[in-house]
């Protein structure tokens, strides 16, 4: 019988997708709840930036009544694979609840359509005092992506989901009933990928846990990023530069835990002539990063959008120190919502009373986190705005013998 | 017992005898003893002709060419000319031939089978003319990650930093010791080191105190021999570089011909003027990895850990797990000698039939230091041949951090790679030793020309990597993707992970 792939490309497939995209995100930082409607509207108006080959959506704080649990959001080739998901995931993690993930029938979405479904899990209590839950859980997605033939884990994070697939954005969004989901922090993705057939997996955001992307560039140092961050435990299986994005933002903030600020220091850092004009201790830890991060500098264009609910949920907008990109921010209601899009038109058509309009920086990023608000405009270069103390190190180097997550 | 045969020159001297004033300026200048005048003429023994071309280019009514010998023998594939010759040459002497530079046999070069990627439409090109392009390259240990928190404003960093040598462009010189060439050859690459901003290596003849003020630039090699090895030697300098191998001459150790051995070097190297510098095969006190990590550890401790140490080793068989091991052993860098690779003094048989290509063993170092988790903790230095800038951003892309240059530094110089380095007779004052000779070898000339080639080949890798829409050279390490084979036999594109063109 057979089998056709939908929800990510055949083993031995390796040819890369280059997109063109349109981005959105907002969020409203004293937690006012709505609809979606607006997260739709501002990137379904971007019409010139998809082709109809795929959009999503990442909507945070949705599961209040689960929100401790890991939500693996899934795309299914068909029911035997999610038979298979889901004898996987009974024997690694404890199956808290599953549903169908709701949709509305919409014709225009490309067929054919997976089978859409929704675990909640926990860690195994054994396996909970032996490890950290998220490198363990971690092992979990990168194996259900890489080894389990037609399933996809569109997300796979606490209290949020990641909803995409292939069509317009508008249908997509029509398809999820984004406009009946309520929250008060959304990104959304539209497509335009350079060569076809879009998997449904291949469609942005692209998800770590609660950590999403949305992207819009073309990375050419994706070979060296991959190989970087294989060292690391993770398997990039579709195909895409987003994909080693995810990787290389999750390894730097969650596990290594960077500050924001400098985990967009290392991933877009600054020039050698402009870390030479710096003195002391700033000067030792710009050069140290610039060291350290080597592979984990993404080259060529870019502009980016990260979601993260961890420690706090967090709205993150950074280019390339080219600006290749464009990437503009935007406030409304005092400064309690903050937006940010490729393009103004997707601030000015939903209606908001917009008071700032900027363009941040090169390389700067945006930073918006619910409760503070704007930690970071984008409009000072890093470090300006902050102080650097060098301590001698605490703990000793890695052993020479750690192997990596795998 | 020498035993003479007369057999036809590979080259001959042809002169043009209208032409020629009879200034004997060429039998002057030719080292080999090919060109006398016999009162009438200028007359030349053709069998002693190596077509280093200085009498052709000294002669000032450009008399002169250098033309094959024009006796043919009947064809034969395998007892080819030189097969044939080199029968002659043993039944004569009885001894092992030597030679100097890299191979001269046509085997493949797995570089010209690879193409380099460029942006378009998708994806804007740099034009390093009017953007930055960075070049900058740190060799070293790294730290696997940082360790930095935040409070309030200010950011608190774990300071980690290992002894690193920074590189303004992912170009160095190779180990060229003074003794196989000369003072002035050594001077000059050097000065231009230290122009550019990069380093080069000592070689095993230790380091002559007029060169302690290059210290920042200096590479020192510690080999088999420990010639010149002493605790000054150790602490100005700028890296350090323990040498089990070499790429023209894997398992052997260092070979300076005693012809070369004069009062400067015998000094330097602290042994008898005119004895053979031969080097041990193995470091007699290594004879296992644990052995080099003591010897890692030593020198650590005697520069007071302030510099980098590195291992080079040939480029063999089993290379990835043997910088692996060097790796774990502590080396912060890992120097791999592709076959290909130059020397001043080899036996022919070990300069062309052993090791393997730079390109195949760098691919695998890589990967294998990427799999083990350890590919931060030392830099790869890749070199053996390495012929122009095209060859310096694809090794790189197959999982270098910088290369390492010898025969192309001779040859910026005035080397003809006549390949007769052993004998102490360069025309050109670069491989000798005699007064008369290192003469020809102008300082300051030699200086501006290896700047020149260090600076158009920097430009070139600029070129590229904005063709390549990087603006960075970090961002080309290890990124095989940006590369792609055209050659004829797949399995090598699979050995190192690079896509067949049209993929």
């Given at each position: 019988?057979?089998?056709?792939?939908?929800?990510?490309?055949?083993?031995?497939?390796?040819?890369?997708?280059?997109?063109?995209?349109?981005?959105?995100?907002?969020?409203?930082?004293?937690?006012?709840?709505?609809?979606?409607?607006?997260?739709?509207?501002?990137?379904?108006?971007?019409?010139?930036?998809?082709?109809?080959?795929?959009?999503?959506?990442?909507?945070?704080?949705?599961?209040?009544?689960?929100?401790?649990?890991?939500?693996?959001?899934?795309?299914?080739?068909?029911?035997?694979?999610?038979?298979?998901?889901?004898?996987?995931?009974?024997?690694h993690?404890?199956?808290?609840?599953?549903?169908?993930?709701?949709?509305?029938?919409?014709?225009?979405?490309?067929?054919?359509?997976?089978?859409?479904?929704?675990?909640?899990?926990?860690p195994?209590?054994?396996k909970?005092?032996e490890q950290d839950a998220y490198d363990y859980m971690m092992r979990i997605v990168m194996y259900i992506n890489a080894e389990?033939?037609?399933?996809?884990?569109?997300?796979s994070?606490?209290?949020?989901?990641?909803?995409?697939?292939?069509?317009?954005?508008?249908?997509?969004?029509?398809?999820?009933?984004?406009?009946?989901?309520?929250?008060?922090?959304?990104?959304?993705?539209?497509?335009?990928?350079?060569?076809?057939?879009?998997?449904?997996?291949?469609?942005?955001?692209?998800?770590l846990f609660?950590?999403?992307?949305?992207?819009?560039?073309?990375?050419?140092?994706?070979?060296?990023?991959k190989r970087y961050v294989e060292m690391f435990g993770y398997r990039c299986t579709?195909?895409?530069?987003?994909?080693?994005?995810t990787y290389i933002?999750d390894l730097l903030i969650r596990r290594q835990k960077?500050?924001?600020?400098?985990?967009?220091?290392?991933?877009?850092?600054?020039?050698?002539?402009?870390?030479?004009?710096?003195?002391?201790?700033?000067?030792?830890?710009?050069?140290?990063?610039?060291?350290?991060?080597?592979?984990?500098?993404?080259?060529?264009?870019?502009?980016?959008?990260?979601?993260?609910?961890?420690?706090?949920?967090?709205?993150?907008?950074?280019?390339?120190?080219?600006?290749?990109?464009?990437?503009?921010?935007?406030?409304?209601?005092?400064?309690?919502?903050?937006?940010?899009?490729?393009?103004?038109?997707?601030?000015?058509?939903?209606?908001?009373?917009?008071?700032?309009?900027?363009?941040?920086?090169?390389?700067?990023?945006?930073?918006?986190?619910?409760?503070?608000?704007?930690?970071?405009?984008?409009?000072?270069?890093?470090?300006?705005?902050?102080?650097?103390?060098?301590?001698?190190?605490?703990?000793?180097?890695d052993s020479?013998l750690e192997h990596p997550v795998s | 017992?020498?035993?003479?045969?007369?057999?036809?020159?590979?080259?001959?001297?042809?002169?043009?005898?209208?032409?020629?004033?009879?200034?004997?300026?060429?039998?002057?200048?030719?080292?080999?003893?090919?060109?006398?005048?016999?009162?009438?003429?200028?007359?030349?023994?053709?069998?002693?002709?190596?077509?280093?071309?200085?009498?052709?280019?000294?002669?000032?009514?450009?008399?002169?060419?250098?033309?094959?010998?024009?006796?043919?023998?009947?064809?034969?594939?395998?007892?080819?000319?030189?097969?044939?010759?080199?029968?002659?040459?043993?039944?004569?002497?009885?001894?092992?031939?030597?030679?100097?530079?890299?191979?001269?046999?046509?085997?493949?070069?797995?570089?010209?089978?690879?193409?380099?990627?460029?942006?378009?439409?998708?994806?804007?090109?740099?034009?390093?003319?009017?953007?930055?392009?960075?070049?900058?390259?740190?060799?070293?240990?790294?730290?696997k990650s940082?360790?930095?928190?935040?409070?309030?404003?200010?950011?608190?960093?774990?300071?980690?930093?290992?002894?690193?040598?920074?590189?303004?462009?992912?170009?160095?010189?190779?180990?060229?010791?003074?003794?196989?060439?000369?003072?002035?050859?050594?001077?000059?690459?050097?000065?231009?080191?230290?122009?550019?901003?990069?380093?080069?290596?000592?070689?095993?003849?230790?380091?002559?105190?007029?060169?302690?003020?290059?210290?920042?630039?200096?590479?020192?090699?510690?080999?088999?021999?420990?010639?010149?090895?002493?605790?000054?030697?150790?602490?100005?300098?700028?890296?350090?570089?323990?040498?089990?191998?070499?790429?023209?001459?894997?398992?052997?150790?260092?070979?300076?011909?005693?012809?070369?051995?004069?009062?400067?070097?015998?000094?330097?190297?602290?042994?008898?003027?005119?004895?053979?510098?031969?080097?041990?095969?193995?470091?007699?006190?290594?004879?296992?990895?644990?052995?080099?990590?003591?010897?890692?550890?030593?020198?650590?401790?005697?520069?007071?850990?302030?510099?980098?140490?590195?291992?080079?080793?040939?480029?063999?068989?089993?290379?990835?797990?043997?910088?692996?091991?060097?790796?774990?052993?502590?080396?912060?860098?890992?120097?791999?000698?592709?076959?290909?690779?130059?020397?001043?003094?080899?036996?022919?048989?070990?300069?062309?039939?052993?090791?393997?290509?730079?390109?195949?063993?760098?691919?695998?170092?890589?990967?294998?230091?990427r799999e083990e988790g350890i590919r931060h903790?030392?830099?790869?230095?890749?070199?053996?041949?390495?012929?122009?800038?095209?060859?310096?951003?694809?090794?790189?892309?197959?999982?270098?951090?910088?290369?390492?240059?010898?025969?192309?530094?001779?040859?910026?110089?005035?080397?003809?790679?006549?390949?007769?380095?052993?004998?102490?007779?360069?025309?050109?004052?670069?491989?000798?030793?005699?007064?008369?000779?290192?003469?020809?070898?102008?300082?300051?000339?030699?200086?501006?020309?290896?700047?020149?080639?260090?600076?158009?080949?920097?430009?070139?890798?600029?070129?590229?990597?904005?063709?390549?829409?990087?603006?960075?050279?970090?961002?080309?390490?290890?990124?095989?993707?940006?590369?792609?084979?055209?050659?004829?036999?797949?399995?090598?594109?699979?050995?190192?992970?690079?896509?067949?063109?049209?993929?």
């Open positions: 019988m057979y089998h056709q792939e939908i929800v990510k490309p055949p083993k031995g497939y390796d040819r890369r997708s280059f997109d063109a995209c349109g981005i959105s995100a907002f969020m409203n930082v004293d937690g006012k709840m709505e609809s979606g409607e607006k997260i739709v509207k501002m990137i379904t108006t971007m019409m010139d930036r998809e082709n109809g080959l795929g959009a999503g959506f990442a909507i945070y704080g949705i599961f209040p009544d689960r929100k401790d649990y890991f939500c693996f959001q899934m795309l299914l080739d068909d029911e035997e694979a999610k038979r298979r998901v889901r004898d996987y995931l009974s024997r993690t404890m199956i808290v609840d599953e549903e169908p993930i709701p949709t509305r029938e919409t014709p225009a979405v490309r067929q054919p359509i997976p089978v859409l479904w929704r675990f909640f899990l926990s195994l209590e054994e909970k005092r389990i033939d037609g399933a996809f884990c569109m997300s994070g606490k209290n949020m989901a990641v909803f995409k697939g292939n069509g317009w954005s508008g249908d997509v969004a029509h398809f999820y009933a984004i406009d009946e989901i309520q929250s008060y922090f959304f990104m959304a993705h539209s497509r335009f990928p350079t060569n076809t057939p879009g998997w449904w997996g291949g469609a942005h955001p692209f998800n609660d950590l999403s992307i949305i992207h819009n560039g073309e990375i050419t140092s994706y070979g060296t990023n579709l195909m895409t530069d987003s994909e080693v994005v933002l960077l500050p924001l600020q400098v985990a967009c220091m290392a991933a877009a850092p600054a020039y050698h002539k402009v870390i030479e004009s710096h003195e002391g201790e700033k000067l030792s830890f710009w050069r140290l990063i610039r060291e350290t991060y080597r592979p984990a500098m993404i080259n060529g264009p870019f502009s980016i959008c990260v979601g993260m609910n961890e420690p706090t949920p967090a709205l993150l907008g950074l280019t390339d120190r080219k600006k290749l990109r464009p990437l503009i921010a935007a406030t409304s209601r005092g400064g309690r919502s903050v937006f940010l899009s490729s393009e103004e038109c997707a601030v000015r058509i939903i209606g908001e009373e917009v008071e700032q309009v900027w363009a941040p920086l090169a390389g700067n990023p945006v930073i918006v986190e619910k409760g503070s608000g704007i930690v970071s405009k984008g409009e000072t270069p890093p470090l300006a705005d902050h102080q650097v103390k060098m301590i001698p190190k605490a703990a000793p180097e020479a | 017992m020498h035993v003479r045969l007369k057999t036809a020159p590979r080259f001959k001297v042809r002169i043009s005898r209208e032409v020629c004033r009879h200034c004997e300026r060429c039998t002057v200048n030719c080292t080999f003893g090919v060109l006398s005048h016999n009162g009438t003429e200028i007359v030349a023994e053709h069998d002693k002709c190596v077509a280093c071309q200085r009498c052709a280019i000294m002669c000032p009514q450009q008399a002169i060419s250098i033309i094959p010998g024009d006796i043919h023998y009947a064809p034969h594939s395998t007892f080819n000319e030189r097969q044939r010759m080199i029968i002659y040459e043993q039944a004569s002497s009885g001894g092992v031939l030597l030679s100097g530079m890299g191979t001269d046999l046509p085997y493949m070069s797995i570089f010209d089978d690879l193409l380099l990627d460029a942006c378009q439409v998708t994806n804007p090109s740099i034009d390093p003319l009017r953007e930055p392009v960075e070049t900058l390259t740190y060799i070293g240990r790294k730290p940082l360790r930095v928190s935040q409070v309030n404003g200010s950011f608190i960093v774990e300071k980690e930093t290992f002894p690193h040598v920074v590189l303004q462009t992912p170009i160095t010189v190779g180990h060229m010791s003074l003794g196989s060439i000369s003072y002035p050859a050594m001077t000059a690459i050097l000065r231009a080191c230290k122009e550019v901003g990069i380093m080069a290596g000592t070689g095993e003849g230790g380091l002559h105190p007029d060169f302690y003020q290059y210290g920042d630039h200096v590479n020192s090699e510690v080999a088999s021999g420990r010639f010149g090895v002493e605790p000054k030697y150790l602490k100005n300098v700028a890296a350090l570089e323990i040498k089990i191998g070499q790429g023209a001459k894997p398992g052997h150790g260092g070979h300076l011909p005693g012809e070369k051995v004069n009062k400067l070097i015998a000094e330097t190297r602290m042994i008898p003027v005119g004895t053979d510098a031969l080097s041990p095969y193995p470091h007699h006190d290594i004879y296992s990895i644990e052995d080099l990590q003591q010897l890692i550890g030593a020198l650590k401790e005697a520069s007071r850990y302030k510099v980098p140490v590195g291992v080079k080793i040939a480029a063999v068989h089993n290379s990835a797990p043997i910088a692996s091991g060097i790796v774990r052993a502590g080396a912060d860098f890992v120097t791999l000698d592709g076959f290909k690779g130059g020397t001043g003094a080899s036996p022919r048989v070990i300069r062309d039939h052993a090791g393997i290509p730079i390109e195949t063993a760098v691919a695998s170092v890589d990967q294998r230091l903790q030392a830099s790869i230095i890749a070199g053996g041949g390495i012929r122009y800038a095209a060859d310096i951003l694809k090794i790189i892309a197959l999982g270098a951090d910088a290369v390492m240059l010898g025969q192309a530094v001779l040859i910026a110089m005035g080397c003809r790679a006549c390949q007769q380095c052993h004998r102490g007779l360069c025309p050109w004052g670069i491989a000798t030793q005699e007064p008369n000779l290192v003469s020809r070898l102008d300082t300051d000339i030699s200086t501006q020309r290896l700047v020149n080639l260090f600076k158009a080949w920097t430009e070139e890798i600029k070129e590229i990597l904005g063709a390549l829409g990087i603006d960075s050279i970090e961002s080309l390490v290890g990124n095989r993707d940006r590369l792609r084979y055209i050659g004829p036999n797949p399995k090598i594109a699979e050995i190192l992970d690079v896509k067949h063109v049209g993929e």
